[in-house]
């Protein structure tokens, strides 16, 4: 029987296949008690109704997102200028705004609102994270975000001039609930912002390891128009970012309260012409997907015939699916190399591979590196020029499998 749709009920239709997985963010200690790491089954499909591109399977938002999730948005410079950017950009021309970000994690945007002093909160799971926040002056509100909090938020601050989110809408289950707290929590002229993986880069890039556990919903601005319309919002702007790897802007505000940019139009005829939400060109993506498997599974497997030392860079998120897809162990990856001390001294979820600092990394130390953080491909590779300029060289997944 089809799985139900997770915002509208209809019938989704399964189109991609990753297999048993852990979660992604799940870090296990050395010698941790295996049968404790919580696996699921990977899988991606469409709405036949609603077009809303979903995993069928979650897994329980309060096993992912707790006290210890380990992220820091503030882990790549270029991440911390992107969000300052933005929130100095939210933050203009308001005067004395209340400002609100759903999921705010260690402050990364919230922190030009403190530098401001501007009234503001952040909602976020994470204990850690938002102790990190508060050690910036950011006021956090322990929670998730959804509707019942949202009112509470409004009795107790006043409506939001700005709700901010970013890599969080996408990540919740229930959109409708989140939605429905923003339209209570937002003021008549506010602006919703949120930003989150975009559907038609995942495909045009073959990035099948955005698909992880914590990325429930895929966006493209035609699904996101119902939902949004059901709130009582409207979709009034979109920006494709190239953060991430291609992300999407979506800028919302009240129904018949602000003029819609012709980017919006643009953009969902853009998006009909390429078929980006056709289940043919979803298939496309899953044979590609499986192409990648085979090509990387295959130059990993001649690199270890040869001898070569290779290390994954970049305890990401998305490393999780493409170690688990492809069956990448410690034989063919020897070591992960991450900043987040979080991560370091831990196995990566499901392959066990060990987390190293990038002390551990260098000249000498690997012969190639397996850029995991590909999205801060060039941050990474300007910091580990040391490495290049020695002869290490770096393999890329996406767009293809490739040797650089
Ligand atoms: P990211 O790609 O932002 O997200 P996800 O985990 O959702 O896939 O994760 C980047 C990871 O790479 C994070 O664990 C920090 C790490 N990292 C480094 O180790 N060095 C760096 O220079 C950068 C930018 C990131
Ligand atoms: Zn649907």
Request: charged share 20%; hydrophobic share 45%; with cysteine.
């Amino acid at each position: 029987m089809a799985k139900s749709c997770l915002v509208c009920t209809g019938p989704v239709v399964e189109f991609l296949d990753l297999g048993r997985q852990p979660l992604s963010d799940a870090f296990p200690a050395p010698g941790a008690d295996p049968a404790r790491e919580h696996f699921f089954r990977l899988a991606l499909g469409r709405c036949a109704d609603c077009a809303m591109v979903q995993l069928t399977e979650v897994p329980p938002a309060a096993r992912m997102f707790h006290r210890g999730y380990p992220y820091r948005s503030s882990g790549s410079t270029v991440m911390r200028e992107h969000f300052a950017r933005v929130a100095e950009r939210l933050l203009a021309d308001r005067v004395d705004p209340f400002v609100v970000e759903i999921g705010s994690n260690d402050g990364a945007f919230l922190r030009t609102a403190v530098e401001r002093g501007v009234r503001h909160l952040g909602i976020d799971p994470s204990g850690d994270a938002a102790r990190v926040a508060a050690g910036f002056g950011v006021r956090v509100r322990v929670a998730f975000f959804a509707e019942p909090l949202a009112r509470s938020v409004l009795a107790e601050h006043g409506p939001a001039d700005v709700v901010f989110a970013a890599n969080t809408v996408s990540h919740g289950p229930d959109l409708g609930s989140i939605l429905r707290g923003v339209a209570a929590l937002l003021a008549p002229d506010g602006v919703f912002v949120f930003e989150d993986p975009y559907l038609g880069a995942v495909l045009a890039n073959t990035a099948f390891d955005q698909v992880i556990d914590e990325h429930v919903l895929f966006f493209g601005a035609r699904s996101v128009l119902g939902p949004l319309r059901r709130a009582g919002l409207e979709l009034v702007d979109v920006e494709r970012l190239p953060v991430h790897g291609g992300q999407i802007r979506f800028w919302a505000a009240h129904a018949g309260r602000v003029p819609a940019s012709p980017a919006v139009a643009e953009l969902l005829a853009e998006e009909e012409a390429l078929g980006v939400h056709d289940p043919a060109r979803l298939r496309a993506f899953a044979a590609r997907t499986a192409d990648r498997r085979r090509a990387l599974v295959a130059l990993l497997t001649r690199l270890r015939a040869e001898g070569a030392r290779v290390v994954g860079y970049g305890a990401t998120a998305k490393s999780a699916t493409v170690t688990n897809y492809c069956g990448l162990g410690p034989d063919l990856v020897s070591a992960v190399i991450d900043t987040t001390p979080a991560k370091q001294g831990r196995l990566t979820p499901g392959t066990h591979i060990p987390v190293r600092p990038p002390e551990a990394f260098g000249p000498g130390r690997a012969d190639y590196a397996l850029l995991f953080a590909w999205n801060h491909a060039e941050e990474i590779m300007a910091k580990e020029r040391a490495f290049t300029e020695a002869g290490g060289r770096w393999i890329r997944y996406v767009p293809e499998v490739r040797v650089v």
